[in-house]
């Protein structure tokens, strides 16, 4: 008999002591009650001791980040068109003890709470701007979310619409109207495009026509510029030509006043060479390509010897020899 409560003292005793033991696994936490009464204690992660028969585990969560998928849900904007919306939310326990006490369905709770928050959002936008300004909704829905779950010991870190599909009837609409904006959009591009292309093309033809008028004018002015620097170059070269014959005339009368001076027989061949050039300036005028008369009576010429030897008879000096020149 003695033998038997042993055993069954030592099979309390063993089942006690397992019961003691709690092993917490990592990310999660635990509540304990005691005798039905919780009075703050909590398991964290790792092993963990309570007392037998009095303590016992009533909540054990993660608090790891989680994500709610929200159900898609019909919804009415503010111009009476009917959507569909679904969304995501991400978050997270931040308090056991609230999330335990203040909600009896913490999830469900959180989606009645975010499908209540996305129908109130919806109905104060357009059907446009539920395309348009989706960040902003989400901002949005993230405060308010994050505001209401507060009390639940609840922290919502971010909501994402997925999706907000119109009916089939405003789908339809909407691509009719898509595709008369395209047609629009089009038709303008190719008015444009002509009118672009006709500015372009009056700013050639003008740009054309002042660049060859322009061309002309530079012509003419380069041309009138070379022809004054022909005139110029052709009357200082006339110039210097008669400069040259002057100084040649003025050195060879020297030269023909020293010779005479030198020597007194050098007259007669002086006399001589005149009278050569006269002759052969008959001949030249009378061998030029224009039609002229020239009348020489043959019995004048002895004279006009006489005349050019009584010019070389005397003697001539420098002095009249440079005035000559």
Do not use: H
């Amino acid at each position: 008999m003695e033998q038997f409560f042993l055993l069954v003292f030592l099979a309390l005793g063993g089942s006690a002591l397992a019961g003691s033991v709690k092993i917490i696994n990592q990310g999660n936490q635990a509540l304990v009650e005691t005798l039905g009464k919780y009075n703050g204690k909590k398991l964290e992660p790792g092993l963990n001791f309570v007392t037998p028969f009095l303590d016992r585990v009533v909540y054990e969560q993660t608090i790891r980040e989680k994500v709610l998928d929200v159900p898609p849900q019909a919804c009415i904007t503010r111009d009476n068109v009917s959507i569909t919306v679904d969304a995501v939310v991400y978050w997270r326990i931040v308090d056991l003890d609230k999330a335990c006490y203040k909600v009896e369905n913490l999830q469900s709770a959180m989606v009645n709470m975010v499908l209540t928050q996305i129908r109130a959002e919806m109905g104060q936008l357009d059907l446009e701007q539920t395309f348009t300004a989706r960040s902003q909704i989400n901002e949005i829905l993230l405060r308010d979310l994050d505001i209401v779950t507060d009390p639940w010991g609840v922290k919502v870190t971010r909501v994402e619409l997925r999706d907000i599909i119109p009916s089939k009837t405003v789908q339809e609409s909407m691509e009719l109207q898509m595709a008369a904006d395209r047609r629009k959009r089009a038709a303008i591009l190719t008015s444009e495009g002509e009118r672009e292309s006709a500015v372009n093309s009056a700013k050639g033809k003008a740009e054309a026509q002042v660049l060859d008028a322009e061309a002309r004018q530079k012509a003419t002015i380069l041309e009138a510029e070379a022809q004054q620097k022909a005139i110029v170059l052709k009357a200082q070269a006339e110039r210097q030509s008669q400069v040259l014959k002057a100084q040649a005339t003025s050195e060879a009368l020297q030269i023909i006043g020293k010779t005479l001076q030198n020597d007194p027989k050098a007259r007669e061949a002086l006399q001589f060479l005149l009278a050569q050039n006269y002759l052969d300036m008959g001949l030249k005028i009378g061998s030029s390509d224009s039609s002229k008369v020239m009348f020489m009576d043959p019995r004048s010429i002895p004279a006009t010897m006489e005349g050019l030897r009584s010019i070389v008879g005397d003697p001539v000096t420098n002095n009249e020899l440079k005035d000559l020149s």
